[in-house]
């Protein structure tokens, strides 16, 4: 019995020693196969490096959200203003929002998060909720890069002093609209990412923890 116990201590019985080491191991056990995931070992980030893309990716999503937002703000002032230069000033500056902060952010949300993906256990195509994230993300680019500019540039062109106005309210709309859709699909991804359902045993177990993705980071 005393030679099964790997460190009898004053407190504690041989038999109990054993337990416990075995418990110890057992927990080493998993959580050396949690860490391994489905990706290779030696393509994982280290814990720094993690820590640093997983903040980026987080400003980079988050940051898209408050542009969606200020887009939807703008658009509902210029289209109620009465006021003609202060209607153009603003689908102007909104043109640049658009291009200037809306598409570097998603880009670099993309890219975060794929890389983040592939280079930690969690993998790309492995959970619902990062599958998910991924397919709302180009649901948001694409109507940012094929819709919105588009009624952004006509709206910055219909609003010059003597240009047509014709159809200027119906685009006005879709433009709210579209904006509405993109701020939804980023809110959702949002609540997917600190919810992080669906997920396999290490995520309810982390969730009890308080930490999200404690187990895997
Ligand atoms: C291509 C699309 C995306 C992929 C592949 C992706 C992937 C990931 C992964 C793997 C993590 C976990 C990082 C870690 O534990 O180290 C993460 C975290 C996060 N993602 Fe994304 N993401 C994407 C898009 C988005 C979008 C669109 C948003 C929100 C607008 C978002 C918001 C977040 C947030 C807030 C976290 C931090 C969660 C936490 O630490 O608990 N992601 N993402």
């Not at 790997?6 to 056990?29: C, I, L």
């Not at 987080?58 to 898209?64: E, K, M, P, Q, T």
């Not at 709302?136 to 709206?155: E, K, P, T």
């Not at 106005?165 to 685009?171: D, N, P, S, Y």
Request: hydrophobic share 45%; aromatic share 6%; glycine share 12%.
């Amino acid at each position: 019995m005393v030679a099964e116990s790997p460190a009898p201590s004053s407190s504690t019985t041989p038999g109990s020693a054993s337990r416990t080491a075995k418990a110890a191991k057992d927990a080493k056990g998993t959580q050396d196969s949690r860490m391994k995931g489905p990706a290779k070992k030696g393509r994982q980030f280290s814990r720094g490096v993690r820590r640093a893309v997983n903040s980026g990716h987080v400003v980079a999503s988050v940051g898209l959200v408050g542009v969606e937002i200020v887009m939807i703000m703008l658009g509902v002032i210029a289209k109620n203003t009465g006021d003609a230069t202060l209607q153009h000033a603003t689908y102007q500056l909104m043109r640049m929002l658009a291009y200037a902060a809306g598409i570097p952010l998603a880009v670099l949300a993309m890219v975060s998060g794929v890389v983040l993906a592939l280079r930690t256990p969690w993998g790309l195509w492995k959970h619902q909720w990062i599958k998910v994230k991924f397919v709302l993300l180009i649901v948001v680019i694409a109507i940012g890069a094929g819709l919105v500019s588009q009624w952004v540039r006509d709206l910055a062109d219909k609003t010059e002093v003597g240009a047509d106005q014709a159809g200027l309210a119906a685009v006005q709309w879709y433009q709210l609209a579209g904006a509405g859709v993109q701020l939804t699909a980023l809110v959702v991804a949002t609540f997917l990412s600190v919810y992080k359902p669906s997920g396999s045993g290490r995520v309810a177990k982390s969730r009890g923890s308080g930490r999200g993705s404690a187990s895997v980071g």
